[in-house]
C-alpha cells in the first residue's frame, strides 16, 4: 500500500528551528509538496521539490532524497504564527495525490 | 475569483437528510478536486474533474456521494441519506494545470459538514 508518515506533533521555541521529517512508500513518484494549514482553514502551498536536495524560500526550506523516500521541511527562527500543521504529499505514478495526517507544530514564547 | 469559494462554510443535517456542498474555483483553473479531511488527519481524495469531465471517482465512500461541474467551472457535492460517518470537513482546490501538470493546488477553506 501508499504511505506518508509525519511525526504527528511537535512543540519549539519561538526564535528556534525545527525540522519536520516526512518518509513516503508510495507507487511511483513524481514530486513532493509541503503544504502548510492553520486550523479551521485551507492548506496553503509551501514547497515543491522533485529533483534531490535542498530548496530554500526565505525561512522556509525543504530538502529531498528519493533513494531514500525522505523529505523534511525546515522552519528557522520560528514565529508564533507557525504554530499550524504542516502536510506533507506525494505525487505517485498515477498523478494521484497521497497525503500525510500532518504534523502540529506547537510554537512557545 | 481571487480564490477558491466553498459554500456553506458549516452545515449541520440531522442523519438521513440530503446535503450539497458548493465549490467555485478560481476562475479558468482546469482541474478541481474534492477532499475530505477529518479531524487531525490529511485530505483524502474524493474525485476530480478536469473541465466538466469527472475523470476520477474512485475517492467517492459510497453511491451516496455524487459530484457535478456541468460547465466546467463550479463544482457540487452531494451526500444522500447522510451518515455520521459523513461528518469532516470537505475541500476543494482547483489547479491552472491539468492532474499530470503537477501543479499547485489552491484549495478553498472548506465546508464542515456534522451529521446529527
Known amino acids: 500500500g501508499q504511505n506518508i508518515d509525519q511525526p504527528t506533533e511537535m512543540t519549539a521555541t519561538e526564535g528556534a528551528i525545527v525540522q519536520i521529517n516526512c518518509t513516503y512508500q508510495t507507487s511511483g513518484f513524481n514530486g513532493l509538496f509541503w503544504y502548510q494549514q492553520h486550523a479551521g482553514e485551507a492548506p496553503t502551498f509551501l514547497s515543491y521539490?522533485?529533483l534531490d536536495g535542498l530548496e530554500e524560500k526565505g525561512r522556509f526550506s525543504s530538502f529531498l532524497s528519493r533513494s531514500k523516500g525522505y523529505s523534511y521541511l525546515l522552519l528557522k527562527e520560528l514565529q508564533m504564527k507557525d504554530s499550524a500543521s504542516y502536510l506533507c504529499?506525494?505525487?505517485?505514478?498515477?498523478?494521484?495525490?497521497?497525503w500525510g495526517a500532518g504534523t502540529k507544530l506547537i510554537i512557545k514564547p | 475569483g481571487a480564490g477558491v469559494s466553498q459554500s456553506p462554510r458549516y452545515k449541520v443535517a440531522k442523519r438521513g437528510q440530503d446535503v450539497a456542498l458548493r465549490c467555485d474555483p478560481i476562475s479558468g483553473h482546469v482541474s478541481l478536486f474534492w477532499y475530505q479531511q477529518a479531524l487531525g488527519q490529511g485530505p483524502e481524495f474524493l474525485t476530480y474533474?478536469?473541465?466538466?469531465?469527472?475523470?476520477?471517482k474512485s475517492g467517492l465512500p459510497s453511491d451516496r456521494f455524487f459530484a457535478e461541474r456541468p460547465e466546467g467551472s463550479v463544482s457540487t457535492l452531494k451526500i444522500q441519506r447522510t451518515q455520521q460517518e459523513d461528518s469532516a470537513v470537505y475541500l476543494c482546490a482547483s489547479s491552472s494545470y491539468d492532474r499530470a501538470g503537477a501543479n499547485v493546488l489552491t484549495f478553498g477553506a472548506g465546508s464542515r459538514l456534522t451529521v446529527l
Open positions: 521539490n522533485v
Open positions: 474533474f478536469q473541465n466538466e469531465a469527472q475523470l476520477d
Open positions: 504529499a506525494v505525487i505517485d505514478s498515477n498523478y494521484q495525490l497521497i
